[in-house]
């Protein structure tokens, strides 16, 4: 009985590394993923309606170009949300540096999705037959994105800006299989008048590029014959263009009170017979975020999006339009930005809600002393 339960225990092990694998590496429009949740808690609460509005560190993920928004000579921001429920941790941290001479701006970032310490219990039946538990290892499951990006006003007065990012990409799932990506995003901005402003992102406009490689053992490989899965093979993925269209309003309540409001339009070529606008081979995505203001200092945000046709599994001719809330907090404390934001409300997902934090802290240089009496 031990050794059937053993066995059993093997077989969803080996089952779970299929899911990973599969849903890495199968279909193409599911290909880096975890690209599409999006960093920042601000643009979390927002539901990701941030194209055109933003101008802090987390454009160099939005739209690169709002990094001419940058206020300070330096910036460092950083995120981490317990996803689905706190089944896996997402981890952000940008660098960004404003070059007030040349209106421009530059960050590098790195984003980490992962789900660790899963147990693998492939090897845990030894070539004898017996049980042995000192063969329980662990492993992570993990996605990683390198961004170094770029941006620069167009003009004096800073109406256009464009900027751009270069990506490199590692994914891995333990020992068993990892891989490299490639690719690039573009974005712009213009700023219509004092209330509304344009911006324009192509994601992957070069399309991202991923190579995999696998790396099981004859005993692994084995097993998985055994589980009746297909032993994975070296092969490459791609990701397609997308493209995202923003439009933000921004004006001022009186002294004490801004309310900002933005609209954004995903358009790509995944087709998700759920979207609000969707056929097979083409998808529009709207989003919406509001953010009220008062005193530069608190802010509260919502958001709108996941918007789909969810059908009816009593009557398939029926369908129920869902749409996810997301809300967000905010704080300004001198240097210091607290974020905070909670996502996947509602009954548009079966995802579990998770919690996002995110901390922001400027730096300006100093000033050089004019003191000529100092020998």
């Known amino acids: 009985m031990q050794v059937n339960h053993m066995a059993t225990q093997m077989k969803y092990t080996a089952l779970a590394l299929i899911m990973c694998i599969s849903t890495l590496t199968s279909a193409q429009k599911f290909v880096n993923e975890f690209l599409n949740i999006g960093v920042g808690a601000r643009a979390h609460g927002m539901f990701g309606s941030v194209v055109a509005n933003g101008e802090d560190l987390t454009s160099a993920y939005w739209n690169p170009a709002g990094l001419i928004g940058l206020e300070n000579s330096l910036e460092i921001n950083a995120m981490h949300a317990n996803w689905f429920g706190g089944i896996a941790g997402y981890d ?70 464009l900027g751009g990012n270069i990506k490199v990409i ?18 712009a901005k213009y700023k219509l008048n004092k209330n509304f402003t344009l911006g324009l992102t192509a994601k992957d ?17 084995s097993t998985f014959n055994e589980t009746g899965n297909e032993i994975p093979v070296s092969s490459n993925e791609v990701t397609l263009p997308r493209f995202v269209l923003g439009i933000a309003y921004q004006t001022n309540i009186g002294s004490s009170f ?57 009557n398939f001719d029926e369908s129920n ?9 905010g704080l300004k404390l001198g240097r210091l930005t607290v974020d905070y934001a909670l996502t996947n409300l509602g009954s548009a997902t079966d995802v579990l809600v998770s919690h996002i934090f995110s901390l922001g802290i400027a730096f300006n240089a100093r000033k050089a002393s004019t003191d000529a009496n100092v020998k």
């Open 92 to 161: 952000y941290i940008s660098v960004g540096k404003k070059f007030k001479e040349k209106n421009a701006a530059a960050a590098v970032t790195l984003i980490r999705m992962g789900i660790d310490n899963i147990p693998n219990t492939l090897n845990l039946i030894g070539p004898d037959g017996n049980v042995d538990y000192n063969r329980i290892e662990t492993f992570s499951t993990a996605d990683y994105a390198f961004l170094i990006s770029y941006a620069k006003a167009m003009d004096e007065a800073g109406k256009l800006s």
């Open 170 to 187: 590692h994914r891995s799932i333990g020992s068993f299989g990892s891989a490299w990506g490639f690719g690039a995003d573009l974005g």
């Open 205 to 221: 406009i070069t399309t991202t590029f991923n190579a995999w490689s696998f790396n099981l053992s004859d005993d692994e490989k």
């Open 258 to 314: 801004s309310i900002l409001a933005e609209t954004d339009l995903t358009m790509s070529t995944y087709g998700r017979k759920a979207g609000l606008v969707s056929s097979n081979s083409f998808e529009i995505d709207p989003t919406i975020g509001v953010e009220v203001g008062y005193m530069d200092k608190a802010f509260l945000r919502f958001g709108m999006g996941n918007i789909q046709r969810r059908v009816n599994i009593e």
């Open 321 to 329: 339009l869902e749409i996810q809330p997301n809300v967000g907090l």
